[in-house]
T-cell receptor, first 113, second 116 residues
Framework: GEDVEQSLFLSVREGDSSVINCTYT??????LYWYKQEPGAGLQLLTY?????DMKQDQRLTVLLNKKDKHLSLRIADTQTGDSAIYFC?????????????FGSGTQLTVLP | ETGVTQTPRHLVMGMTNKKSLKCEQH?????MYWYKQSAKKPLELMFV???????ENNSVPSRFSPECPNSSHLFLHLHTLQPEDSALYLC???????????????FGSGTRLTVV
């Protein structure tokens, strides 16, 4: 089955870049997702990347995908205090369906003033 | 407004109580999910409903009983819970089938459950 791993904590200073890393196991995944969870809230889809892409940029967010190493990263440029949250990567099952996403354990990002 | 609404937002119940959590989605999705999120633990998938039919029950104790009367509503009935069941219960929906691949899940804000 799928297994998604993330480091648990990351602290950065306001204005710096944050890089959150994730490794996954299913090489046939067609999409990979990043979700953000703010305190007391549910998970919000932040961005996603097709598996045939190496990089996707969306304003301050850059997603990098290394399919060979099954490594996914999320870079947040000019990190702000409002970016403090838990970030989850997720992959769907090998058939590419959106059902039963497998989530990582989440990375708690703390932005220091 | 996320499109997935969960009520109540907070619930405190005794171990002998019976209560229900409600989830409603306004997105026209055909699959709905219950997740449990405990402190310092990964998200745990509890139940999956696809076209109102339950397709997954991940070894969830029988004190949790899901109900999906239609594709827009999902309930989680609770009875004789234990203190270790205290957690954030998240509902999500998705569109499964052709064209579902980029949509991922849409989550509700969750119900924070405390069992005393």
């Amino acid at each position: 089955g799928e297994d998604v791993e993330q480091s648990l904590f990351l602290s950065v200073r306001e204005g710096d870049s944050s890089v959150i890393n994730c490794t996954y196991t299913d090489s046939s995944s067609t999409y990979l997702y990043w979700y953000k969870q703010e305190p007391g809230a549910g998970l919000q889809l932040l961005t996603y990347i097709f598996s045939n892409m190496d990089m996707k940029q969306d304003q301050r967010l850059t997603v990098l995908l290394n399919k060979k190493d099954k490594h996914l990263s999320l870079r947040i440029a000019d990190t702000q205090t409002g970016d403090s949250a838990i970030y989850f990567c997720a992959e769907p099952p090998g058939d590419g369906s959106a059902r039963q996403l497998t989530f990582g354990s989440g990375t708690q990002l703390t932005v220091l003033p | 407004e996320t499109g997935v609404t969960q009520t109540p937002r907070h619930l405190v119940m005794g171990m002998t109580n019976k209560k229900s959590l409600k989830c409603e989605q306004h997105l026209g999705h055909n699959a709905m999910y219950w997740y449990k999120q405990s402190a310092k633990k990964p998200l745990e998938l509890m139940f999956v409903y696809n076209f109102k039919e339950q397709t997954e029950n991940n070894s969830v104790p029988s004190r949790f009983s899901p109900e999906c009367p239609n594709s827009s509503h999902l309930f989680l009935h609770l009875h004789t819970l234990q203190p270790e069941d205290s957690a954030l219960y998240l509902c999500a929906s998705s569109q499964v089938g052709p064209g579902d691949r980029a949509s991922g899940y849409t989550f509700g804000s969750g119900t924070r459950l405390t069992v005393v």
